[in-house]
Structures are given as structure tokens and as C-alpha cells.
Nanobody, 125 residues
Framework: QVQLEESGGGSVQAGGSLRLSCTAT????????MGWFRQTPGNGREFVSA????????YYADSVKGRFNISRDSAKIAVNLQMNSLKPEDTATYYC??????????????????WGQGTQVTVSS
């Protein structure tokens, strides 16, 4: 089973930036997907961004496109989420997710088999 470890959460003022990282330990396979979801109390997990490990294809929610950038780490099985121009509505617990997810289901939280513990991102106005 893949284990995911997250880091980088914190508090920032609107317009600022944070960088989240997620490191995976374990095995991945050709259609492995790693990405990020976020969740606020009382709501489900919302897709943020993902990357297909095999070829580096990138996927973004419309709400973060142009502001957030996901990337792979060249030295390890890890992904980073560079979050720029943060808005108060970005405040949430951010979860790293991974699994052998179909490319048609990458935006569905219940498609992922591995999850991190979550890291809190708070954007103040």
C-alpha cells in the first residue's frame, strides 16, 4: 500500500503563496495518478489538481487553473502543489491522494486508494 506524507500547509494572507508537497512510499504503476483534494467542514472533498505519473499530464480544477501548479519531483515519487494568488476561498484541509485511477475519474475522490492525513491551508483576508 502506498503511504503518503504531506507538508507545507500553513497560514497566509490573500494574494500570498504556499507550496505543498506530498511524498509517496511504495510502488506505483503505469497509470498511477497523484493529486490533491481539499475539504471544508460539512462538505465533500473537492478536486484541486492531479498529475499522471507515466507521462506527466496535468489536470486542474477550473477554480485553481492559472494560480496553482502541480509538478513531479525528479528525485523521488513526490508531487508539489505551488499555490499562488491565494484567496480566502482556498482555505481548506488539503489532502494528497494517489491510486491507479482511470483518467476518466481523476476528479472523483472515491476513485483514489491512498490518502494523506491532510494539511491545513488558511488564507486570511
Amino acid at each position: 500500500q502506498v503511504q503518503l506524507e504531506e507538508s507545507g500547509g500553513g497560514s497566509v494572507q490573500a494574494g500570498g503563496s504556499l507550496r505543498l508537497s506530498c511524498t509517496a512510499t511504495g510502488r506505483i504503476f503505469s497509470n498511477y495518478i497523484m493529486g490533491w483534494f481539499r475539504q471544508t467542514p460539512g462538505n465533500g472533498r473537492e478536486f484541486v489538481s492531479a498529475i499522471r505519473w507515466r507521462d506527466g499530464n496535468l489536470y486542474y480544477a477550473d477554480s485553481v487553473k492559472g494560480r496553482f501548479n502541480i509538478s513531479r519531483d525528479s528525485a523521488k515519487i513526490a508531487v508539489n502543489l505551488q499555490m499562488n494568488s491565494l484567496k480566502p476561498e482556498d482555505t481548506a484541509t488539503y489532502y494528497c491522494a494517489a491510486g491507479g485511477v482511470s483518467r476518466f475519474l481523476i476528479r472523483s475522490a472515491n476513485s483514489y486508494s491512498s490518502w494523506g492525513q491532510g494539511t491545513q491551508v488558511t488564507v486570511s483576508s
